[in-house]
C-alpha cells in the first residue's frame, strides 16, 4: 500500500518502519483513465477541507504508487465512507478530522492497530466502532 509500509523480519512478524526512513517511489508518468480521473477530482473535492490537496497533487502521489488504480480505488472507497458519515451526524470540522484520521488509519492496519494509535476528542466511541465496521465491510 502507499501510504504506508510495513517489513516482515525472518521471523515473518510485523515490523512498523520509522516514516522518516521512507523515500517516496519515483513519480512514473501515467494515462489515467477517465473514470480515474473523475475519481481522483471526487476524492480532492471529499477531503479538501480536512487534508487540503490539490488534484494535481493527488494525481503525483498516485503516480508513486505500485499500484495506482488500487490506490484510488481505495481513495475512493473511504471518500464513500467519509461522505456517509458526514452526512449522518451534524459534525465539526474537528470532527471530520478526526474522521478522515480514523479512515486513514484502518487502511493502514488492523482494528489492533487502529484503536492503538487512535484517540477520538470529538468522535463517540460508538461512532468510532461504526466507522470501522464500516470500512471492514468489504
Not at 10 to 17: P, V
Not at 74 to 88: R, S
Not at 89 to 116: A, Q, T
Request: charged share 30%; with cysteine; proline share 4%.
Amino acid at each position: 500500500m502507499g501510504l504506508f509500509d510495513f517489513l516482515k523480519n525472518k521471523k515473518n512478524s510485523i515490523q512498523m518502519i520509522d516514516p522518516k526512513e521512507l523515500k517516496p517511489l519515483p513519480r512514473v508518468k501515467r494515462n489515467f483513465s477517465e473514470k480515474e480521473k473523475q475519481a481522483i477530482i471526487y476524492i480532492e473535492k471529499t477531503f479538501g477541507e480536512v487534508y487540503p490537496k490539490s488534484a494535481e497533487d493527488w494525481i503525483a502521489d498516485f503516480e508513486r504508487d505500485l499500484n495506482p488504480a488500487q490506490e484510488i480505488a481505495l481513495f475512493w472507497y473511504m471518500a464513500d465512507i467519509y461522505n456517509k458519515f458526514v452526512g449522518k451526524y451534524k459534525n465539526s470540522l474537528e470532527h471530520r478530522k478526526e474522521l478522515f484520521k480514523l479512515l486513514m488509519l484502518c487502511s493502514f492496519g488492523d482494528n489492533d492497530y487502529v484503536m492503538s494509535q487512535f484517540q477520538p476528542k470529538h468522535l463517540s466511541q460508538a461512532e468510532v466502532n461504526e466507522i470501522i465496521k464500516e470500512v471492514r465491510k468489504s
